[in-house]
């Protein structure tokens, strides 16, 4: 459990960054739609990367706490800081990237209930009612 909950815990900080790349280089006639909803993304995701350290401290696993060990940890790939003004490009890779992450709360929630961690479980269940969200409007948005 707590190797899934460090990778997901280094995806979310390296996500984070990749959201505030994205925020910083948009650019194009979609700036100012595009740049306020890029922020509410990684303030989501800054509020769940501390939620997911406490819930490991509370329950006695050890989030680690460096870049290199986010990096190391993560299979989300960083954006390059340099403009973009390809908004559906932008979308479609976080459209991916928060695939990526549903289908990682959904196997530590699995795990989770099968070692019967219901404080793990249920915060699981946020962040799949949270992604299944964004997903379905940035589908919606492309559409």
Do not use: R
């Not at 303030?43 to 406490?54: C, G, K, L, P």
């Not at 915060?123 to 969200?133: F, Q, T």
Request: proline residues 1%; negative net charge; aromatic residues 12%.
């Amino acid at each position: 459990m707590e190797s899934k909950l460090n990778a997901y815990l280094s995806d979310l900080v390296v996500f984070y960054h990749k959201l505030q790349s994205f925020h910083w280089y948009i650019a194009g006639h979609t700036l100012l739609e595009t740049h306020g909803k890029l922020e509410e993304y990684y303030n989501m995701i800054n509020a769940q990367i501390d939620d997911v350290a406490e819930v490991m401290l509370m329950n006695g696993y050890h989030p680690v706490a460096t870049l290199e060990e986010f990096k190391n940890n993560s299979s989300i790939k960083e954006a390059k800081g340099e403009f973009n003004t390809d908004v559906k490009a932008v979308y479609t890779e976080l459209c991916n990237d928060f695939h990526y992450l549903l289908d990682a709360v959904v196997s530590i929630k699995e795990a989770a209930d099968e070692v019967s961690s219901y404080q793990i479980s249920s915060s699981m269940d946020e962040y799949i009612s949270a992604y299944k969200k964004v997903i379905w409007m940035i589908e919606q948005t492309m559409m």
